[in-house]
């Protein structure tokens, strides 16, 4: 089984288990043999992978609010899990402009509050903190972001993502520093897409909606370019990162998990890509009209994943738009969307094999 068959009839939370990444990486435990237990809010909507999946009745679902400390503490400790993946979060740069503070009181203090919960639960063995791209301090060059450069954020997102690989660094300097201590890890990822995600004011779903709907997809930047992948890539990081954490020991640190070059993109190109495999659509371009601050150039320097992981992606561009196109049709023809969900996880692992990336190994 991949990942050396580690996660079998292990107990592994995930926070933001009705999120867009949050869903497919606990419906890919719950394939790995997992005991998956989620703590979040509400799925946004009933289209959600969450919702349409059937989850809920497939994991252990709780809704919690992971700013309530006093509350979250005994909870994970009556829960008693050896690894945690942590994804819970304020995802939005546009809901960070609107609403800073809560952009910070989840994604920092948040943080900090899993950390605390680690801290006094014996059980946790290694601990996934998953924070962002945008975590580093933007300076829009032409290469890479590597795991060693500066943190910073020019808007209250990638602020609060920043202040939260800070709190995790503290930790681990601070409290889990000793033999025994839980192995604990920051990833950051780029532009993840897939199905199932319907939120506002992000590209897919803006051109998922406007192909549904017979309208133009309107492109606020179609000239920025992002490190598009598809949602299955950084997962197998993750995954990959936690088995092997909690298999050999400490490779506590922060971890970027990316595409390869040819799929950084403008997101013209990949509109265009997903207008011709949807099989229609048109582009309006409204540049210009952006009412807060997005970068243009962003991408990650994933050696250090392929040096001492071994882990690089699966996916062409191309594979990546039709495995993401592929399930917002098949949700718009009323499909069994679990049974496809983890046919798209079966097919993605086969792929992965099948090229010799070593998580996928049997």
């Excluded at 962002?132 to 808007?155: A, H, I, M, P, Q």
Aim: hydrophobic residues 40%; contains cysteine; proline residues 4%.
């Amino acid at each position: 089984m991949a990942f050396e068959n580690i996660y079998k009839g292990k107990r592994v939370l995930v926070t933001g288990h009705t999120g867009f990444k949050g869903s497919w990486l606990s419906l890919w435990l719950a394939q790995l043999g997992a005991e998956v237990y989620g703590i979040a809010l509400e799925p946004r909507t009933k289209s959600d992978n969450f919702v349409v999946t059937g989850l809920e009745d497939k994991i252990k679902h709780y809704l919690f609010d992971i700013r309530l400390k006093e509350d979250l503490i005994p909870f994970i400790e009556q829960i008693q899990p050896e690894m945690v993946f942590h994804l819970a979060a304020q995802a939005l740069v546009k809901n960070a402009f609107d609403d800073p503070a809560d952009t910070y009181e989840t994604n920092l203090m948040g943080t900090v509050h899993i950390l605390e919960a680690i801290r006094h639960t014996p059980s946790v063995k290694t601990a996934v903190m998953i924070t962002s791209d945008k975590c580093y301090k933007n300076v829009e060059w032409e290469w890479g972001y590597r795991e060693t450069d500066d943190l910073g954020g020019l808007d209250p997102y990638g602020a609060s993502k920043a202040c939260a690989e800070m709190a995790i660094q503290s930790y681990r300097e601070s409290f889990f520093n000793t033999p025994g201590s839980p192995l604990v890890a920051s990833t950051r990822a780029g532009n993840v897409i897939g199905g199932g995600d319907w939120s506002e004011k992000r590209i897919v779903p803006d051109i998922i909606k406007a192909l549904m709907a017979n309208k133009p997809v309107e492109l606020r930047s179609p000239r920025a370019t992002r490190p598009w992948q598809f949602v299955l890539e950084p997962l197998s990081g993750y995954l990959w990162l936690g088995a092997k954490m909690y298999k050999e020991g400490d490779l506590t640190s922060g971890w970027n998990f990316g595409p390869e070059v040819s799929t950084i993109v403008p997101v013209q190109t990949l509109t265009e890509k997903m207008i011709k495999t949807w099989g229609s659509g048109t582009i309006k371009d409204i540049s210009g009209k952006n009412s807060f601050h997005e970068a243009t150039l962003l991408s990650l320097d994933i050696s250090k994943a392929r040096h001492y992981l071994h882990w690089r992606p699966t996916l062409t561009l191309n594979e990546t738009v039709d495995f993401t196109v592929q399930w917002y049709k098949k949700f718009t023809e009323k499909e069994n969307m679990f049974e496809f969900a983890v046919k798209q996880v079966n097919s993605y692992t086969q792929k992965a094999l099948e090229r010799g990336i070593e998580w996928a190994k049997q």
